[in-house]
């Protein structure tokens, strides 16, 4: 009977964990909300709404640019706008973003944003003209600084690898959704440390 309570606690606590802010450190992810807390969303046709490209937990102490590449899916194509596509301020863009179904950000800043639990880097507002589902994709940039298959962002002198807590983009699942499944995050757990919770 105490395992079944200890174990129904664990259950409890891992279910309100996924609420929260990814904990890995360097993770990038887009999320409907500026915490960094709710990477699905269910909406109507033609009501605005924002979405937010978001480094969390970043280990360095300033962020000073970024590269991604991003790719949308959608069941009704045609019909989703991109109403905004804003930066930071002082920003320079050397990707190709103009097409909103996908392309890359190659991103300096001329001032490096302060790290914090959720730092917003890119921040889209989309509208939909009909009821549709909406995967997002993020991966690496088109011209990659580290060819490890990856985001990276700039840390004052060097670049770091950025996550994705859907898994690596070539695991092909999105970081975000609108009207469909909500991604889950990979957790990163050994068998062992599973097995452990029954004994």
Known sequence: MKKLVVLLLVSLMATSAFAQIDPDTDML????DMEGLSNCLDIGPSIPFFAYVTITNPS???VHGLEFGYTLTTTAPGSI???LNGLP???VDLGQNTDLMGGDYVVGLASPLPATTSVEFVTWQFMLLAPQTVEIFLGPSVVPSIDNGLPAYEIGGSIQSLGLATGPPSAGFPVAAVNGECPVAVENASFGSVKSLFR
């Open 29 to 32: 992810g887009v999320y409907f």
């Open 81 to 83: 706008f991109r109403l």
């Open 89 to 91: 301020v002082g920003a």
């Open 60 to 62: 360095a102490v300033e």
